[in-house]
């Protein structure tokens, strides 16, 4: 197995908010690495951190290093590395454009003019979400239009036309009905082949399904990580196991 | 007493205190009307004063304040969209930007007159451009610039964050992110300050007093260095200057200048409707 993304002692904090404590972890490349814990436990943060948005905010702070295939994310300048690391947000996001502008935005901001390169992109890119069958006859409607469903596999295929190596899921499926998310959980494992994928979710049962790992997060710190069995059968951290089985959080 | 008659009684006496904003407006609008609407004729907006303005037309006072007020935005758009870009997307929270901002404030807040006074130390004397539409139109400039900053401040900071972090998230960067997300969402918004901050200075007199507004010229201004007649200002002599001017002109001049910065307020609010409905969040 490749290391993906290496995290070395990270800390970070918004103000006087200390919300991630040391971090020690390891993302491989093509796995799905699920992570679980009650809100406020620093998971959003931590994927954030990773493709730089937290920069954003002027109250946040870090010390430790994140290597993305060894080298440190803040070397890179961040429109590289927020090509190479993309996102899918917790609500579905569509930019006020059309089904096919949303998906074009990125390459074309990038610098593809060619509209028959353009096309093809967002072709491939729709069928990489699975939703090109869906929507192959409406790419000039809004892409507010769509279902909450739909919307979010666009927001995928938003940013996997950005061709990256590492796509962060922040709870992709907290607002989808489950036949979405189903389809949804489907797409993430086909992707896992390509990608290596990172997954913030508050559902303990997904995380069980489509991660090959789990991280569990509690307070900002790292409690435990390991394969998903182990970590659903047999976790070594007691808090772990009253998390997973409902006793708080 | 009975609580239900309580709230009875209290929302009767807020619904006819606010029934008193509508009086005046009713009044104002009925006693113009009924006095100017006369007056109001094809050659009386197309033809120059004539008789020491007891008769003829205000066309060149129309005119001029047509081109005050165009020039004026046309200075005072670019500067204040640009400005309200800067200090919304880009400054950082110090105390430069501070300063900038209680700046804006306090120029929303200076006397009309003043500007009037300073359009004339400044543009007229020490600039040397006289008393010319360009002299009037830097200071009704000045005068427009926080209503242009402010409303498109508003409108830059109504595009919801969550696009910019959508945009940022693919790897474009932040004046991309700015020119092809933000802006084109925010337009709507600009666009009806800036209409607004134009209806704001069309009815101003004293800032074009000593700075633009001539008492009588009898031809079309041919270049910006030119005198002009305002409405303002024409309405202020012909009521206040002119023995036996006759009333109905009085009325009318008022009536076409009430007619112009409602017009203008209106369109700003068509395209304010017009745009909430195409919406598309």
């Known amino acids: 197995m490749v290391d993906k993304i290496v995290i070395k002692n990270l800390n970070c904090f918004f103000g006087d908010i200390h919300s991630i404590k040391s971090l020690n972890v390891t993302v491989f490349e093509n796995e799905i690495l699920g992570i679980i814990g009650p809100s406020n436990s620093g998971k959003t943060t931590f994927l954030r951190t990773l493709n730089r948005l937290n920069d954003l905010n002027i109250k946040f702070k870090k010390n430790g290093n994140v290597f993305l295939d060894a080298q440190d994310i803040y ?20 930019l006020p454009l059309s089904v096919f502008e949303n998906i074009a935005y990125g390459p074309r901001r990038h610098g593809i003019k060619d509209r028959k390169k353009l096309e093809n992109i967002v072709e491939k890119s729709l069928v990489a979400s699975f939703l090109w069958d869906e929507v192959k006859d409406r790419l000039e409607e809004p892409a507010m239009k769509l279902s909450g469903g739909q919307q979010q ?38 992707l896992k082949k390509k990608y290596t994928i990172i997954l913030v979710t508050n559902n303990t ?29 047999n976790p070594k951290d007691k808090r772990t196991n009253d998390y997973i089985s409902g006793r708080f959080g | 007493m009975n609580p239900k008659l309580v709230q009875k009684i209290a929302f009767t006496v807020l619904f006819l205190v606010t029934l008193i904003i509508i009086i005046p407006v009713v009044i104002i609008l009925f006693i113009i009307v009924k006095e100017g609407y006369s007056a109001i004729t094809l050659e009386f907006l197309t033809s120059i004063p004539k008789d020491g303005m007891r008769g003829g037309g205000i066309f060149p006072a129309i005119i001029g304040t047509f081109s005050l007020v165009l020039c004026a935005t046309s200075f005072a758009l670019p500067i204040g969209v640009l400005s309200a870009i800067y200090l919304n997307e880009y400054a950082k929270d110090n105390l430069l930007t501070r300063v900038i901002k209680l700046s804006i404030v ?13 359009g004339l130390g400044l543009f007229v004397i020490y600039l040397n451009f006289g008393v010319s539409i360009l002299a009037g139109a830097l200071t009704l400039f000045i005068m427009e610039l926080p209503c242009i900053v402010t409303t498109s401040g508003g409108a830059l900071n109504s595009v919801p964050q969550s696009f910019r972090e959508a945009s940022l998230s693919l790897g474009v960067s932040k004046w991309q992110t700015i020119r092809h997300i933000v802006l084109p969402n925010a337009l709507p918004g ?14 101003e007199t004293a800032p074009i007093l000593f700075t633009a507004a001539a008492f009588y010229v009898p031809r079309l201004p041919t270049s910006i260095f030119d005198q002009v007649m305002a409405l303002p200002y024409h309405l202020y002599i012909i009521s206040t200057q002119i023995p036996n001017m006759p009333k109905n002109l009085t009325y009318g001049t008022a009536l076409v200048l009430l007619i112009i910065v409602l017009a203008i307020s209106f369109s700003a609010i068509s395209i304010r409707y017009y745009f909430r409905r195409k919406k598309k969040w």
């Open chain 1, 153 to 190: 596999r666009l927001c995928l295929a938003r940013t996997l036309a950005t061709t990256p190596d590492v796509i962060l899921f922040d709870e992709p499926c907290s607002g989808l009905d489950p036949i979405s998310t189903a389809k949804v959980e489907e797409t993430m494992i086909e």
């Open chain 1, 205 to 233: 049962k997904q995380a069980a399904r489509v991660s090959d790992r789990v991280a569990f997060f509690l307070m900002g710190e790292l409690i435990e990580i390991d394969k998903t069995e182990k970590i659903f059968t």
């Open chain 1, 75 to 94: 070397d890179i300048d961040t429109e590289t590395l927020r090509k190479r690391v993309g996102m899918v947000f917790a609500l579905p996001l569509p």
């Open chain 2, 106 to 118: 306090n120029l929303a807040g200076v006397p009309s007159v003043v500007y009037g006074l300073f």
């Open chain 2, 190 to 203: 600009i666009m009806t300050g800036a209409i607004l901050g134009l209806s704001r200075i069309a009815g």
